[in-house]
T-cell receptor
């Protein structure tokens, strides 16, 4: 069955620390897509990254980086030199190629608190 | 351009009342999704439209929930005879096309409180 697990419910770090948010997924499909979204206190989900199952290259975008490992079914997200503005709930999501609709299956989210 | 908009942003309904939640997707977006987000949880899929066709309603929790997108743009999620367990944030998202998992753009949500 398809599932996304974000085991870390809440993480607190001090500004400028690095932090990694874990995401583990389960799927039987060979074609699937993984996403990370940020949900700040305002509530609107903000798209961060999309990765398909055939592309295991890691990606870096400014202070953000993502590590996709099919062998461990993980798609982890690292924020380098965290800032207070990074405080939010972060969601990992899975979209399966065979579903036809490409609906998202979300994890339960990780709340990140960055303290000044 | 404008993002996804939803109205109302907040809705308080007495148990048993009907409510209608509106979503205006990004212009030209083919795919439209509704999700329900309970407090402290991740969003859960409700239903999916490709243009005006409702292709997947497997996530609708009961026959009290009904969604439509008659002209392939604006969508309405209707909940009849609301119950307390319907209290949640209802999120609408749109995506440029169908046929692959493009990123979805989310609206700010409608927070429904059933008293």
């Amino acid at each position: 069955a398809q599932k996304v697990t974000q085991a870390q419910t809440e993480i607190s770090v001090v500004e400028k620390e690095d932090v990694t948010l874990d995401c583990v997924y389960e799927t039987r499909d060979t074609t699937y897509y993984l996403f990370w979204y940020k949900q700040p206190p305002s509530g609107e989900l903000v798209f961060l990254i999309r990765r398909n199952s055939f592309d295991e290259q890691n990606e870096i975008s400014g202070r953000y980086s993502w590590n996709f490992q099919k062998s461990t079914s993980s798609f982890n997200f690292t924020i380098t030199a965290s800032q207070v503005v990074d405080s939010a709930v972060y969601f990992c999501a899975l979209s399966e190629g065979d579903s036809g609709t490409y609906k998202y299956i979300f994890g339960t989210g990780t709340r990140l608190k960055v303290l000044a | 351009g404008a993002g996804v908009s939803q109205s109302p942003r907040y809705k308080v309904a007495k148990r048993g009342q009907d409510v209608a939640l509106r979503c205006d997707p990004i212009s030209g977006h083919v795919s439209l999704f509704w999700y329900q987000q309970a407090l402290g949880q991740g969003p859960e899929f409700l239903t999916y439209f490709q243009n005006e066709a409702q292709l997947d309603k497997s996530g609708l929790p009961s026959d009290r929930f009904f969604a439509e997108r008659p002209e392939g743009s604006v969508s309405t999620l209707k909940i009849q005879r609301t119950q307390q367990e319907d209290s949640a944030v209802y999120l609408c998202a749109s995506s440029f096309t169908s046929g692959t998992a493009h990123e979805q753009y989310f609206g700010p949500g409608t927070r429904l409180t059933v008293t």
